[in-house]
Structure formats: C-alpha cells, structure tokens
C-alpha cells in the first residue's frame, strides 16, 4: 500500500501552461516536503510545509498543504522547460523531541515533461 | 552540488555477489540516510544513521546491512545479491537526528547497481 499518492503520475505540457500535481493520503502527517529530481541526479529539496493550510511560493512553484494535513499541491504557472523532471511529496512523521526519528515517506512521483 | 558524495556511480555484479557502497555526508551533517528507488517501487527509506548509532530502520532486508563510522561516513554492504536489488541506492545527510518536522535531507547523486 503506497501511503501517499502522486497524480498525475506522467505530465507532458507545452511551455508556457499552467500545472498542478497533487499528493494524497490518508495519513495525517507532522509536515510534507517536495523534491525535485533530475535523470541521473538525487531529490533536491524545493520546499517543506508544516501547517495545515500553509501556502509557500518558490518563483512560480506555489506549494499547498492541506488544512487536515492529509494532502498537498504543486503548482507551476507558466512552465518551462526547466521545469522537466520528477516531482516527488514526502511526508514526514515527527514523533517530537526526544523521539526517534523523523522518516521520510515518498510517494512514486510525477514525472513532468515541459516542451518548448 | 548538495555536498553529499557516493561512491561508486555505477557498479555491476552477478547474482549470489556482495557489494559495499560509500557515503560521505555534507561536512557538519551527523545524520546519514539510506534510500533505493526502483520503477516500481519509488523511493523506499532503508536506514538511518545518526552520529555513528542507528536510528530508524524502514524496508531493509535482512541480506543488507549498513554502518556509520566515526568519521561519519556510511556504507551500505549488500550480499547474495538477486537481480531484484538493481536498483538506484541514494545516501542522504542532515543535520539533525529527525527530530524536526523539518528534516531537512540532502541527496547525493546516487550509485546504480546492476545484478545480472
């Protein structure tokens, strides 16, 4: 069972449209982060939300979690083509200070083709 | 560059083989975390490591096994290798032991193993 689900799981837009991915779960979790991923490369980390409700804006990356803490959004105005690549939510379960750990659930990603 | 290197980039083995992969985490970084990305899987938590003690351990088989050392460096031994295990394995650093609802981790390039 995947415990965050990525839709659309394949995105194949022209430059300049509007996009918007979404993560859903039914998990309530401490905070969820997005990651971009380029071919042959590791994540990087675009942005982490840890309130419900919380709106983070990177350029024209607007970043959506939701007010129950379940799901989040990615949206991109205007794309370009440097945009391309795959775009992977991760939830966080913190269990507070003095805790064990803070693992990193990923959902499969979507992988965003942005043409010129 | 996230600071986080790996080593090697791409190693191919037969099936039954062992093989051990390298992590250096970001200078200042006590925490090491180890992920494998397949197609059909995604992204999947291995193991953590934090200031040379393990923290948290996710899908990890029992045929792999990982240590931190006191240089913090990290390696990955796996063994009786089946072709399931060609994968993409990524190390990850951060600051702090998890307990944040930040975590902030940061990737290296990855090793791509091959088992044939």
């Known amino acids: 069972t995947q415990l965050l689900e990525q839709s659309p799981q394949f995105l194949s837009i022209q430059e300049g449209e509007n996009l918007t991915v979404y993560c859903n779960s039914s998990s309530v979790f401490s905070s969820l982060q997005w990651y971009r991923q380029e071919p042959g490369e590791g994540p990087v980390l675009l942005v982490t939300?840890?309130?419900?409700?919380e709106v983070k804006k990177l350029k024209r990356l607007t970043f959506q979690f939701g007010d129950a803490r379940k799901d989040s959004s990615l949206h991109i105005t205007a794309a370009q083509p440097g945009d391309t690549g795959l775009y992977l939510c991760?939830?966080?379960?913190?269990?507070?200070?003095?805790?064990?750990?803070?693992?990193?659930?990923f959902g499969k990603g979507t992988k965003l083709s942005v043409k010129p | 560059d996230s600071g986080v290197t790996q080593t090697p980039k791409h190693l191919i083995t037969a099936t039954g083989q062992r093989v051990t992969l390298r992590c250096s985490p970001r200078?200042?970084?006590?925490?090491v975390y180890w992920y494998q990305q397949s197609l059909d899987q995604g992204l999947q938590f291995l193991i953590q490591?934090?200031?040379?003690?393990?923290?948290a351990k996710g899908n990890i088989l029992e045929r792999f096994s990982a240590q931190q050392f006191p240089d913090l460096h990290s390696e990955l031994n796996l063994s009786s290798l089946e072709l399931g295990d060609s994968a993409l394995y990524f190390c990850a650093s951060g600051k702090t032991g998890g307990a944040s609802p930040y975590n902030e981790q940061f990737f290296g390039p990855g090793t791509r193993l091959t088992v044939l």
């Open positions: 200078s200042g970084d006590l925490s």
């Open positions: 939300v840890v309130t419900g409700g």
């Open positions: 490591y934090y200031n040379g003690e393990e923290r």
């Open positions: 991760a939830g966080v379960w913190w269990r507070g200070y003095g805790g064990s750990q803070g693992n990193l659930i």
